[in-house]
């Protein structure tokens, strides 16, 4: 079955479906923002053991990470009704971790992951180069405003 235009397809495993209707509404808001909305999206929330396996065979890193991005495109993205971005995953026992370090709620880092997920869908990269990083976490601010 194919997702109707700008579908956001949120999959929460292990009891993380408290999180799914925040994850949506901030997936949609910053899709709208980026001038992505009617763009199709999967959001997995999973736990240590799946993003374990996901960083594994996708990175050759055999710990949890707190996000990763599966693109659906080849080069740059045009915003256009039905397109498909890709997939975001985000480890919640991860996120929960980091919200206790940083002093902030679970809420605020796991929105802070999905919206790192996405912008790398859309072509940022903030691994290419200090510029490149500047102005990704510039955007990643402003959009978690």
């Known amino acids: ?25 901030r ?4 899709l709208v923002e980026l001038g992505f909305g009617g763009a199709e999206l999967s959001v997995a929330l ?3 053991a799946e ?3 996901l ?19 080849d080069g740059e993205p045009v915003p256009a009704p039905g397109l498909v971005l890709g997939d975001v995953v ?6 929960e971790a980091q919200a206790r370090r940083a ?6 880092e796991i929105e802070t992951l999905l919206v790192h997920g996405i912008l790398h869908l859309v ?12 102005r990704m976490f510039a955007l990643q601010r402003r959009l978690l405003g």
Request: hydrophobic content about 40%.
């Open 90 to 95: 985000v480890c919640v026992p991860v996120a």
């Open 1 to 25: 079955m194919t997702a109707a235009p700008g579908a956001i397809d949120v999959r929460a495993r292990r009891g993380f479906g408290a999180w799914a209707k925040i994850v949506r509404r």
């Open 103 to 108: 002093g902030h709620g679970t809420e605020r």
């Open 51 to 53: 993003m374990t396996e």
């Open 46 to 48: 999973v736990g240590e």
């Open 55 to 73: 960083n594994a065979r996708w990175r050759g890193l055999e710990r949890p990470t707190d996000v990763l991005s599966f693109s659906a495109l």
């Open 27 to 30: 997936a949609r808001a910053v």
């Open 123 to 134: 072509g940022y990269d903030h691994e290419r180069s200090r510029a490149d990083a500047r």
